[in-house]
């Protein structure tokens, strides 16, 4: 199983026109991850834009991140059909080696049937444990609560569940009440303190500031609900700005280079870039939370 805590979630950074992976910011951003204080991370999720990475480049990022940390770490998986997350699996465990503490495989089924089938498949072709995401605005697929809970039950290789499907904090009562595995959730921190609230195991994301979840976590722990508000409060204007849509991915590499972690903040298309009208607005929640 996943250690409840923070598990931050990797971007990728880029430089230049021709969006090439900038392995020394990579390496910085993960260091400054583990000086923070996370429990682990995540690399080649949705937030590191794997799905706009060659084969080649997903390895580099691999590399770049094993070698820059000794923290474990989760992998993600981008494909929704079972031969080609097989193979990114795959990559995961030649890269990661004993540090691969689960694969991220997208729910791709709307079936419990079908999605037990498919996780059966990707364990039994490579014995990885999974971390299974329920992320529906990405991977099109939309399942209830009960019915991904029905699909995990008895699957002991599941060692964790991403909760991103809204309402998170039903999402979260409901799997944590069904499942005896860690559940976290994402989406940025939006909804952090009412799934803690809910049973989840910690925070999943790609939060530019990684030391507010971790703050927020730990007060939970050690003072219960109104310690990790008054933790989470600082941040929560920043967390809202970020999450905007279509734009959530530029907003937050932009946050990283202004805090001197990426030379960069370029995302590859066909993601949108960050719009003129919010520098300034970025620029006072920045310094709000400095």
């Given amino acids: 199983m996943l250690q409840?805590?923070?598990?931050?979630?990797?971007?990728?950074?880029?430089?230049?026109?021709?969006?090439?992976?900038?392995?020394?910011s990579l390496a910085r951003l993960v260091e400054h991850y583990e000086r923070a204080g996370v429990t682990g991370l995540t690399v080649l999720g949705v937030f590191g834009e794997a799905a706009q990475l060659s084969s080649e480049e997903r390895r580099t990022v691999l590399e770049t991140v094993a070698d820059a940390t000794r923290l474990p770490l989760v992998v993600g998986a981008t494909s929704l059909g079972t031969a080609p997350v097989v193979e990114e699996v795959r990559l995961a465990q030649e890269v990661a080696g004993d540090r691969l503490a689960g694969a991220m495989v997208q729910v791709n089924s709307a079936n419990p049937h079908v999605l037990a089938g498919h996780l059966r498949a990707v364990h039994e072709a490579t014995g990885?444990?999974?971390?299974?995401?329920?992320?529906?605005?990405?991977?099109?697929?939309?399942?209830?609560?009960?019915?991904?809970?029905?699909a995990l039950r008895g699957l002991e290789f599941v060692v964790a569940v991403k909760a991103e499907a809204p309402p998170t904090p039903v999402a979260v009562a409901t799997l944590t009440a069904a499942l005896d595995v860690p559940v976290f959730g994402g989406l940025g921190g939006l909804g952090l303190l009412d799934e803690l609230a809910c049973g989840a195991a910690g925070a999943m994301t790609g939060f530019s500031f990684p030391e507010g979840l971790i703050a927020c976590?730990?007060?939970?722990?050690e003072g219960g609900y109104d310690a990790a508000r008054e933790a989470w409060l600082p941040y929560l204007p920043l967390v809202n700005f970020e999450q905007q849509a279509r734009v959530a991915l530029a907003i937050r590499k932009?946050?990283?280079?202004q805090r001197g972690l990426f030379l960069e903040s370029g995302v590859r298309p066909p993601a949108a870039s960050l719009p003129e009208s919010l520098h300034e607005q970025l620029k006072r929640h920045l310094t709000a939370v400095r």
């Fill in 217 to 221: 976590v730990g007060a939970w722990r």
């Fill in 4 to 24: 409840p805590g923070v598990w931050g979630v990797v971007a990728t950074p880029f430089t230049g026109s021709t969006f090439d992976v900038d392995e020394q």
């Fill in 128 to 150: 990885a444990g999974l971390v299974v995401q329920d992320y529906p605005l990405v991977s099109g697929v939309a399942i209830g609560a009960d019915a991904l809970a029905a």
């Fill in 254 to 257: 932009e946050c990283l280079r």
